[in-house]
């Protein structure tokens, strides 16, 4: 399955912003999702993921109140809505595909395929 994230940009504190991934296959049905961020400097984090139906989410503590993950299998597509950015929300984002699809998990080494990341600046 190949992943392609669009929807980073430039945006001022406070401001909001929708990434987007899109796969390359409806196998991505059998997934579950998750979005990572990678800070410059800095380890990549998890910041959300949601099941292969999409009932079920997990949040990281600095996401959540502020991001909304969501999915469309039918435009096997999985969303990041950011709401409320702050400047240490500024990373390069990259969504990814659990290899257990009723999984939720916010470590990066159980997820098996990965987008190329989408760069998101916050800006004062």
């Known amino acids: 399955v190949q992943l392609q994230a669009c929807g980073g940009g430039l945006v001022q504190a406070g401001g909001s912003l929708r990434l987007s991934c899109t796969a390359s296959?409806?196998?991505?049905?059998?997934?579950?999702m998750g979005w990572f961020r990678q800070a410059p400097g800095k380890e990549r984090e998890f910041v959300a993921a949601?099941?292969?139906?999409?009932?079920?989410?997990l949040y990281a503590d600095s996401a959540s109140g502020r991001f909304t993950i969501s999915r469309d299998n039918r435009e096997i597509t999985v969303y990041l809505q950011m709401n409320g950015l702050k400047l240490e929300d500024t990373a390069v984002y990259y969504c990814?595909?659990?290899?257990?699809?009723?999984?939720?998990?916010?470590?990066?080494?159980?997820?098996?395929?990965w987008g190329q990341g989408t760069e998101v600046t916050v800006s004062s």
């Open positions: 990814a595909a659990d290899s257990k699809f009723q999984r939720l998990s916010r470590y990066s080494y159980e997820y098996v395929f």
């Open positions: 949601i099941g292969y139906l999409g009932g079920r989410t």
């Open positions: 296959e409806r196998t991505f049905n059998n997934y579950g």
